[in-house]
């Protein structure tokens, strides 16, 4: 059985991830819950069918590895560093790696940052897009999507609204849509 490749994560209302620093204080909603959906984005259990966790080196060094003690965490780095506990340090391709655990039946969370995301968005591997979006412009700072991206065809499987906050779940379409 194959396991899904799933990206999930935050952007502002004109597509950054982060500010330039890489900050991400901002990520809240509006405080206000009258448009909640009955079925709100419930992180834990989306992890709970999480095997494996992709990140870049910086997110890392920010100590996010740590919010996922129980799951396989999947770095990818420019430098050799040997594993740790349940950290894999990853120099090389990572799609590829990442894509081989897919076959395994894993289903794995990219978690960030651009840099990596990008490699998987290129390679047009991603089975599922979960997208929150903050009610902030930024004006400048971290994209979620970089320049020169394959066309991919989504289409929108559900919404969730919380406090102010859209999360937008896409899947590839089976078909374009003429």
């Given at each position: 059985?194959?396991?899904?490749i799933i990206l999930n994560l935050a952007i502002s209302l004109d597509?950054?991830?982060?500010?330039?620093?890489?900050?991400?204080?901002?990520?809240?909603?509006?405080?206000?819950?009258?448009?909640?959906?009955?079925?709100?984005?419930?992180?834990?259990?989306?992890?709970?069918r999480i095997d494996i966790v992709v990140m870049g080196h910086h997110?890392?060094?920010?100590?996010?590895?740590?919010?996922?003690?129980?799951?396989?965490?999947?770095?990818?780095?420019?430098?050799?560093?040997?594993?740790?506990?349940?950290?894999?340090?990853?120099?090389?391709?990572?799609?590829?790696?990442?894509?081989?655990?897919?076959?395994?039946?894993?289903?794995?969370?990219?978690?960030?940052?651009?840099?990596?995301?990008?490699?998987?968005?290129?390679?047009?591997?991603?089975?599922?897009?979960?997208?929150?979006?903050?009610?902030?412009?930024?004006?400048?700072?971290?994209?979620?999507?970089?320049?020169?991206?394959?066309?991919?065809?989504?289409?929108?499987?559900?919404?969730?609204?919380?406090?102010?906050?859209?999360?937008?779940?896409?899947?590839?379409?089976?078909?374009?849509?003429?």
């Amino acid at each position: 059985m194959k396991g899904k490749i799933i990206l999930n994560l935050a952007i502002s209302l004109d597509g950054y991830i982060a500010t330039e620093k890489g900050e991400f204080g901002w990520i809240v909603g509006d405080g206000r819950n009258k448009l909640n959906t009955e079925e709100g984005h419930n992180f834990p259990k989306f992890l709970d069918r999480i095997d494996i966790v992709v990140m870049g080196h910086h997110c890392f060094l920010q100590g996010f590895a740590n919010d996922f003690p129980a799951k396989r965490i999947f770095v990818a780095t420019n430098e050799s560093k040997e594993d740790e506990k349940n950290i894999h340090f990853i120099k090389g391709n990572i799609v590829n790696i990442i894509k081989g655990e897919q076959r395994k039946g894993n289903n794995i969370y990219l978690f960030g940052g651009s840099n990596v995301i990008d490699s998987f968005i290129k390679a047009n591997v991603i089975d599922e897009y979960i997208i929150g979006i903050i009610p902030t412009i930024l004006g400048k700072g971290i994209p979620l999507f970089l320049d020169n991206n394959p066309n991919i065809l989504l289409e929108l499987d559900k919404y969730e609204i919380e406090d102010g906050i859209p999360l937008l779940h896409y899947k590839k379409r089976k078909q374009a849509v003429l």
